[in-house]
């Protein structure tokens, strides 16, 4: 066996598995997050609140950020917190 034979042979399992967990991140970071911006070009936002405490408190905080009032995109309860994602309404 020559020696650059053995060197690839050597470093191909562990390229492997590095370029594995390179694609299985990138793939969960696509996957993750609420959208950025709706249809009519309003960004979004997401706030999380314990389930188990008061939900109020999830809308409390998108009441702070959005003095005109806000339109709820999606609401998700999961691993013990409540996530709330809105979109703050025109000025």
């Known amino acids: ?19 594995s967990c390179v694609l299985a991140a990138a793939l969960s970071a ?16 997401q ?15 998108a009441r702070a950020q959005c003095t005109n009032g806000y ?3 999606d609401e998700t309860d999961s691993a013990g917190m409540h996530t709330l994602v809105f979109a703050c309404r025109g000025r």
Not at 2 to 12: A, C, D, N
Not at 30 to 45: E, M
Not at 47 to 61: E, K, L, M, Y
């Open 71 to 73: 339109d709820i995109v």
């Open 30 to 45: 696509c996957s993750s997050g609420p959208p950025l911006f709706l249809n009519d070009g309003r960004p979004t936002q």
């Open 47 to 61: 706030v999380q609140c314990p389930t188990a405490g008061d939900r109020d408190s999830c809308v409390q905080q």
């Open 1 to 19: 066996m020559t020696r650059i034979r053995s060197l690839l042979l050597r470093f191909r399992r562990p390229s492997l598995a590095v370029g």
